[in-house]
């Protein structure tokens, strides 16, 4: 018999206790502990057999296209049978769009059951007219108990299963509320003993709130086996999706989408994208390349070095790592003499992009020089190259698929570290290898 036991549990961060507390000792919330019933199962699940690894094969690692290859890339190359995908992201930021796009690819496999808790059928349907999708193997259940899900999902045998929102679910066992972390634990679980049992992808649409008053999808991470973020500003049309983890694929590719009226378009040249709206002969403004998994992006790095009039210098990184920029002011000052101490600087990467390459450190370098001494760099030239602390320019890797990407877009010059400096050869560009820093100022700013 399944033995039923109360604990108090954060709403948070999902720190259990056997006693209420006022404040979590685990992520230093307030008043965020709430009573939970735990179901804890003495007799196992099931009896396993051992198997030998080469006997076992490899079926089950089928792979479905959804038709939207950003989404198929991010996934690492289309959706695993029998996978649980989460997909997080704030309200509003385009995931039901999403996954009702996909679901028309998905249609191929069979019947998808899409269970809205969220909105009414009559919404869906709107959006639905809206994005174009009329598609009768789209079967919608307006259902947010587990069991009423579980019990159509068998009647049904869908061949998808889209969760929407896993807040709305709710499995009647339970004393919480919907959106605890027990709730959304107990429903993420027994729906995904459901879909690997019928080897069917599940996906599963989580909201994500600063406060942490709704639980999270970050108590789930670790029950999927793909977490794919969206990301991006409300005021930007440009969507993100990046994967955060796979079990299945590679978690540096990213899915570049623009939302329009008629739903998410990919954007299949993100490159030309970000480089859209580069100002002219500005100084402050480089533009590097990063690898984002497979693919080349060519992005604008900005930099505003200003007086400082308080005391204490602000340095502000949007996009970029905090202690990199700190870490590579450290080095202008050392190395090329710059003395910035006093000096307030914002470094900004164009297009609400996020990138954790050490390749861009170049790119940054630039653009701080380049503002401070308020003069530009030319628009056909670009850099990339990771900065040591001693000054050095260090090589990074797949230096020929970057160096491509920007002769593709009509790049006239290169500054890259001289180890990847034999990367161009074959192509119609001036390539210059240095070895440090200054050098590499040199000729950005003759
Ligand atoms: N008529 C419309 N024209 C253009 N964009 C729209 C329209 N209706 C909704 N949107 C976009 O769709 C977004 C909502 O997408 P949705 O998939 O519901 O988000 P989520 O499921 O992540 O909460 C809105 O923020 C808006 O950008
Ligand atoms: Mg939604």
């Known amino acids: ?148 899900i579980l019990a159509a999902a068998r009647k049904i045998a869908p061949q998808v299963i889209v969760i929407d929102s896993i807040q709305t679910i709710f499995s009647l066992e339970l004393p919480s509320a919907p959106g605890s972390v027990g709730q959304i634990r107990e429903c993420a679980t027994k729906l995904m003993f459901f879909a690997k049992k019928q080897g069917i992808p599940l996906f599963i649409i989580g909201h994500v709130t600063k406060e942490g008053a709704i639980a999270g999808p970050k108590v789930l991470e670790h029950i999927v086996d793909t977490v794919l973020y969206f990301e991006g500003d409300k005021g930007n049309p440009f969507r993100i999706l990046r994967a955060v983890k796979n079990r299945f694929g590679s978690t540096n590719e990213i899915g570049v989408f623009e939302m329009q009226e008629s739903g998410l378009m990919e954007v299949e040249n993100p490159s030309q994208l970000f480089l859209s709206e580069r100002p002219e002969n500005v100084p402050g403004s480089v533009v590097t390349v990063s690898l984002e998994g497979t693919r080349p992006l060519l992005v604008e790095i900005q930099a505003l070095v200003t007086t400082s009039s308080f005391g204490v210098p602000r340095r502000t990184a949007l996009g970029v790592d905090y202690n990199r920029i700190n870490l590579l002011i450290a080095v202008l000052d050392k190395r090329l003499g710059m003395h910035l101490g006093a000096m307030d600087i914002f470094v900004n990467v164009v297009g609400g992009l996020r990138i954790d390459e050490p390749a861009i450190d170049m790119g940054i370098i630039a653009a701080i020089v ?62 210059s290898g240095v070895k440090n820093v200054e050098e590499a100022v040199e000729l950005l700013m003759f």
């Open 1 to 148: 018999m399944p033995r039923a036991k109360i604990l108090y549990q954060c709403q948070s961060c999902g720190y259990a206790s056997p006693k209420w507390l006022g404040k979590c000792p685990d992520c230093g919330q307030w008043n965020s502990f709430s009573e939970e019933k735990r179901v804890t199962s003495l007799k196992s699940q099931s009896a396993a057999e051992p198997v030998a690894l080469k006997d076992i094969s490899a079926s089950q690692g089928r792979r479905s296209s959804t038709d939207i290859k950003e989404l198929d890339r991010t996934l690492g190359g289309g959706v695993v049978m029998g996978s649980v995908v989460l997909i997080g992201g704030d309200p509003g930021i385009g995931k039901s769009t999403l996954i009702l796009q996909s679901m028309k690819g998905l249609a191929r496999l069979g019947t998808v059951l899409y269970v809205s808790g969220e909105e009414s059928p009559e919404q869906v349907k709107i959006r639905a007219d809206r994005l174009h999708i009329h598609c009768g193997e789209i079967i919608l259940l307006p259902e947010t108990s587990l069991e009423g």
């Open 370 to 431: 380049s503002s401070f001494r308020n003069q530009a760099i030319d628009r056909e030239v670009f850099t990339f190259g990771e900065v040591g602390l001693s000054g050095e320019l260090r090589a990074v890797s797949q230096a020929s698929i970057r160096i491509n990407e920007a002769v593709k877009l009509g790049f006239r010059k290169g500054i890259v570290p001289f180890s990847n400096s034999t990367a161009s050869d074959g192509m119609h560009i001036d390539i």
